[in-house]
């Protein structure tokens, strides 16, 4: 099977991005990374990709008069690599929904909550805030609307009493990065399908 092309994009610390490159390094995500894209000068997640020899696209959006001419610049900048798909990695940046129809069904997303609970930015205050006894992360692909769209995996952690937003987000994030392996692993094996809301090949 060819290796899917993969573009990541980040906005910070990256250890996603890490966790994605360490598994294709591994042979466990059947992928090559072509690019990663950020929108964030000085984001350390850069630093890892010129440490991998990794193509950097830096997307700074004050750099932008609008939201478009953003999107635009990212899209040319990425077209040469032929995305077979993109994985959002911590990417702070809500997509429109013209960007997401160049690259369809091809999109992935990690989140710190277990959805349709808790959408957006902070969640894992969110989930606190709540009361929720399990948290817990996401990986679904990118639809327009916000962290909806059709979910592929996810995995839950306790939450505990005296958890703070830092300690919830440590432990949920222990989970991030295998959770966001094997789905990203199962899409580049192309053993997922969609069926309507529903992601179908994500049992063994
Ligand atoms: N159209 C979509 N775009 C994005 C999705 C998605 O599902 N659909 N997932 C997000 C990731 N994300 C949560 O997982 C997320 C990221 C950013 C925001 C947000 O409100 N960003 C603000 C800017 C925030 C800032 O400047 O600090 C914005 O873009 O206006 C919400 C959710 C990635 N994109
Ligand atoms: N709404 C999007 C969102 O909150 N994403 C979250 O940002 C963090 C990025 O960490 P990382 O840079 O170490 O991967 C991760 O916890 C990810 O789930």
Sequence with gaps: MT???????????????????????????????????CDIPGAPVMDRAREWGIPVILADRKAFDSKEAFEA????????????????????????GDFISHYEHKMLNIHPALLPSFRGLHAQRQAIEAGVKIAGCTVHFVVPDMDAGPIILQS??????????????ARILTKEHPTYIKAAALFCDDKLTVRGNVVMGTQE
């Design 3 to 37: 290796k899917k092309k993969m573009v990541i994009f980040a906005s910070g610390r990256g250890s996603n991005a890490i966790a994605l490159h360490d598994a294709v390094e591994a042979g466990t995500i059947k992928a090559d990374i072509k690019a990663l894209v």
């Design 156 to 169: 839950a952690v306790p939450v505990y009493e005296d958890d703070t937003e830092d300690t919830l987000a």
């Design 73 to 96: 610049y990212i899209l040319d900048a990425i077209a040469p690599y032929e995305a077979d798909v993109i994985c959002l990695a911590g990417f702070m940046r809500l997509l429109s």
